[in-house]
């Protein structure tokens, strides 16, 4: 698979990588573990070297099945991980930045994915209660002790951006990005242009809604994560179905699937991105890696830019207790 640099220090990563949260968190029961340890090891098979994880997801059983998958292959990957939440009695409890934290996490998290560094270690979310310049602080001293090879920001706002870097350089911002969410394109991505950062969307499928899989009579699993969300109501999605059937048009006139196309289309904004789409399924993952192959002209590209921008997506991405989370 191609590769793709994040950030001015050179982290090499495969242009698609695999959001592994989906595995053990947020979509309902957890993937069986045999299945899961076979979906990660055959990511590998297939060229991925950046899988994305946190402690918060299970809690902690993703990065203990990230870590007992990836274990014989380690220096061949480079694995993610995140910091920020309180933990208690295995749900979050809040925000949590503080120093003093964020190495009990990293010690934590390196035991759970048998390894002796984190590749690329993002605060989770932005806590406005610690000074990002003492977690960057902190993720620097991390670096220097030779526990983490780069620092990462989650759905952080550019001032923030610019106040972390100034103290430890930032390899890359994962937020979310893809044709039903746009926002990065006002202020964020030219500040990791200027910068040199490179940008890690998760939900680049608009968790899966983009796929054309899921309309306003599906039913999610009553643990699903998309239950609380404002644009996945049977409303929502009856609304937004327009953006599914035009990606979908679009995708049959250049022979690919609709989650191809979302996915090329994000490859195609800079050559510094890397989707990380997440799944349970084989086939959707040659799926979904099969997008680094297809080539958007410059016309296509007008095309989906120009019928996309058409479409006014109904519903807020968070309900309000979670957007305060983002941007910050």
Excluded at 38 to 65: H, K, M, Q, S, W
Excluded at 77 to 101: C, M, N, W, Y
Excluded at 138 to 155: D, H, N
Aim: aromatic content about 6%; charged content about 25%; proline content about 5%.
């Amino acid at each position: 698979m191609e590769k793709r640099t994040l950030g001015h220090a050179g982290l090499e990563v495969s242009a698609i990588g695999l959001g592994c949260m989906g595995l053990s968190h947020g979509y309902g029961p957890a993937t069986d573990k045999q299945q899961a340890l076979a979906l990660i090891r055959g990511a590998v098979e297939r060229g991925v070297t950046l899988f994305d994880t946190a402690e918060v997801y299970g809690p902690f059983t993703n990065e203990e099945l990230l870590g007992e998958a990836l274990a014989p292959v380690r220096r061949q990957v480079a694995i993610a991980t995140k910091f920020g939440f309180k933990i208690v009695e295995g749900k979050q409890a809040g925000l949590d930045s503080r120093p003093v934290h964020i190495r009990e996490v990293v010690e934590s998290s390196l035991k759970r994915l048998k390894t002796d560094v984190v590749d690329l270690l993002y605060q989770h979310r932005v806590d406005p209660n610690v000074p990002i310049e003492d977690v960057a602080g902190t993720v620097k001293q991390l670096i220097g002790q030779g526990k983490v090879r780069y620092f990462g920001l989650s759905e952080a706002g550019a001032r923030t951006i610019r106040r972390a870097h100034a103290i430890q350089p930032i390899t890359a911002l994962q937020s979310e990005y893809s044709l039903w969410w746009r926002d990065l394109e006002r202020e964020i991505l030219p500040t990791l242009q200027e910068l040199g950062i490179g940008l890690v969307p998760y939900s680049p499928l608009g968790r899966g809604f983009l796929t054309g899989a899921i309309n306003d009579g599906t039913q999610f699993d009553a643990n699903d994560f998309r239950n609380i969300l404002p644009r996945f109501t049977a409303e929502g999605r009856k609304a937004n179905q327009t953006l599914v059937d035009t990606l979908r048009q679009l995708a049959e006139r250049k022979g690919v699937t609709p989650a191809q196309i979302a996915l090329a289309w994000l490859l195609a904004q800079k050559p510094w991105i890397v989707p990380i789409p997440g799944t349970t399924k084989v086939q959707r993952l040659e799926e979904n890696l099969a997008a680094a192959d297809v080539q958007l002209t410059r016309e296509e590209l007008r095309d989906i830019d120009s019928t996309i921008s058409r479409i006014d997506v109904q519903g807020d991405r968070y309900p309000a207790e979670l957007q305060e989370r983002v941007g910050r």
